[in-house]
């Protein structure tokens, strides 16, 4: 007879089958978790596949380093270029601030530059990775056919989870380079190919395509 699971052939009355070695008897109904889950509403920002139902745990294509590193690279550059219009205006009206208050000494002026641009920087770059993450996935995410899944039960993040992972993410990366670097290849040895803000957020990162 054949698996219900797989397709393997076994040997009639089989208790157990040979290539999954699954009990062998009526296919199980669907977890009762997903019961009465419905997909993520519609919206314009949305691409048809993040329209899609819950993943179902277990059935999950984890995605490798390779194509993780070329999303978040690029979700990075995504990020930058809309968070770097605050930074670049907030470090001029600083600048302009110490220059009529009469400052002087070069530390002012640094200090004016380096405070005002990650003042208007680090705002917008959390925002963008908050809603990428709560959505499924920035566009470098899209671009490089991944999704961010709540470990759980396979659903959108949502913005509590997106902002953690986020705020996690941008903290490793503040403190000595050897910690961000190991949260990135963290994914290469780990069994559900997560990072450390993966483990800490409760989320995985699937390949879609």
């Known amino acids: ?3 219900p699971y797989c397709g393997a052939s076994n040997r009639d009355a089989a208790a157990f089958c040979l290539g999954c070695r699954r009990t062998l008897g009526p296919a199980p109904p669907p977890a009762p978790a997903y019961q009465g889950l419905e997909a993520p509403a519609v919206d314009r920002w949305q691409t048809p596949y993040y329209d899609r139902a819950p993943v179902a745990p277990g059935t999950f294509m984890y995605a490798a380093f390779w194509p993780r590193f070329g999303a978040w690279l690029l979700d990075f550059l995504f990020a930058s270029l809309f968070a ?3 930074g670049i205006a907030l470090t001029i009206a600083f600048v302009l601030q ?3 208050s009469g400052s002087e000494g070069e530390d002012n002026t640094s200090l004016a530059i380096v405070g005002g641009f990650m003042l208007g920087y680090l705002p917008v770059y959390l925002a963008y990775k908050t809603i990428a993450n709560a959505k499924g996935g920035g566009w470098g995410k899209r671009i ?7 470990e ?3 659903a959108n993040p949502g913005y509590g989870t997106g902002f953690l992972r986020a705020f996690v993410s941008a903290a490793l990366g503040s403190f000595v380079s050897i910690l961000w670097l190991l949260d990135k290849l963290w994914c290469i040895w780990d069994r559900q190919k997560q990072t450390w803000h993966d483990k800490i957020a409760g989320t995985v990162v699937v390949a879609v395509r």
Not at 144 to 150: E, F, K, P, T
């Open 1 to 3: 007879m054949l698996c």
């Open 84 to 86: 770097a219009g605050p």
């Open 98 to 100: 110490v220059d009529t």
């Open 144 to 150: 490089a056919g991944l999704r961010v899944l709540r």
């Open 152 to 154: 759980r039960d396979g």
